[in-house]
Nanobody, 123 residues
């Protein structure tokens, strides 16, 4: 089992940057693909980005491609989300999630979830 704790959320101006972290418990972190998802008020949770267990494969939603970067440090049991050129429409609660296997962009394929961290982008 994996427990996930996100941090790094807050208020940021449009055009600014923010880095989110997701710390995982357990000694098997390096065997899990990790994903970031977000949920804006009144909207469904959506895929943002994912990374394979080794970090060699990443994927991004079209809405964040070129602006966000996912990375991981398996020695620190942590996955990161670097967010640049933030827009008001990026405002959401951001969740990290873990799954065994490939880094799929599918919410229902992830078995473990953090509690989320709020990111608010002001215009």
């Amino acid at each position: 089992q994996v427990q996930l704790v996100e941090s790094g959320g807050g208020l940021v101006q449009a055009g600014g940057s923010r880095r989110l972290s997701c710390a995982a418990s357990g000694r098997t972190f390096s065997s899990y693909a990790m994903g970031w998802f977000r949920q804006a008020p009144g909207k469904e949770r959506e895929f943002v980005t994912a990374i394979s267990s080794s970090g060699g494969i990443t994927s991004y939603s079209d809405s964040v491609k070129g602006r966000f970067t996912i990375s991981r440090d398996n020695a620190k049991n942590t996955v990161y989300l670097q967010m640049n050129s933030l827009k008001p429409e990026d405002t959401a609660v951001y969740y990290c999630a873990a799954r065994g296997g490939r880094p799929l962009p599918l919410i229902n394929e992830y078995h473990y979830w953090g509690q989320g961290t709020q990111v608010t982008v002001s215009s």
